[in-house]
Structures are given as structure tokens and as C-alpha cells.
């Protein structure tokens, strides 16, 4: 059974750092592409990085792209995402997904079946 277990989310000013983490159980993660998404009330699932399943390839928006890293460990079965400079826009819940195919390019949000639970992040300004 595939489970993805995200935590770090919590309440920050503007302007701080936060780091997510994500530890996948259940599945060959060092075959998978791995990626961070984010949920605002009202608001469609937006991806906001994602990294290929060797970590040799990153991929991030416009909207996050200089302020969010995503890496991945894979002795350790876990993706990160670190937030720099957060602004009131980024509160949302975060949610990490695993691509469905081994080795896959995961290049659009239905490549991903396999999801966590969510993290709430919230942003104080």
C-alpha cells in the first residue's frame, strides 16, 4: 500500500522560510518523479515543483520560481520543499505526489496517482 506522509506546514510571517517534507512508503520512490502542489480555498490544485526520479531535473512555475527549491533524498524515501521569502499568496494546504509510472516525466498533473494527505501552510502578512 502506497503512502505519502508530508509534514512542516505551519503558521509563518511574510518573508520567512519553511521547509516540507514528504516520506513515501509502498513504492519504488528512487524510479519515481516526485512533486509538491497547493490547494487554496476556492482555488484549483496548482503544481508548484516538481523533480525528476533521479533529482537531476527540476521544473517550477513562474509564481514560486527563485523562492522554492524541491529536492529529494532518496536513501531516505523523502521529497522536500523548501520556501524562501513566503508571501501571503503561498498559504494553501500542500500536498506531495508520486508520478504513476516508474521512470516516468510526470509532465502534467494526471501523471501523478499517488498522493499524501496535506499540509497546512498559512502566511501572515
Known amino acids: 500500500q502506497v503512502q505519502l506522509v508530508e509534514s512542516g506546514g505551519r503558521l509563518v510571517q511574510a518573508g520567512a522560510s519553511l521547509r516540507l517534507s514528504c516520506v513515501a512508503y509502498g513504492l519504488p520512490f528512487g524510479s519515481r518523479a516526485m512533486g509538491w502542489f497547493r490547494q487554496a480555498p476556492g482555488k484549483e490544485r496548482d503544481v508548484v515543483a516538481r523533480i525528476s526520479w533521479s533529482g537531476a531535473s527540476t521544473w517550477y512555475p513562474d509564481s514560486v520560481k527563485g523562492r522554492f527549491t524541491i529536492s529529494r533524498d532518496n536513501a531516505k524515501n523523502t521529497v522536500y520543499l523548501q520556501m524562501d521569502s513566503l508571501k501571503p499568496d503561498d498559504a494553501a494546504i500542500y500536498y506531495c505526489?508520486?508520478?504513476?509510472?516508474?521512470?516516468?516525466?510526470?509532465?502534467?498533473?494526471?501523471?501523478?496517482?499517488?498522493w499524501g494527505q496535506g499540509t497546512q501552510v498559512t502566511v501572515s502578512s
Open positions: 505526489a508520486a508520478d504513476r509510472e516508474t521512470y516516468g516525466a510526470a509532465s502534467s498533473i494526471s501523471s501523478f496517482g499517488y
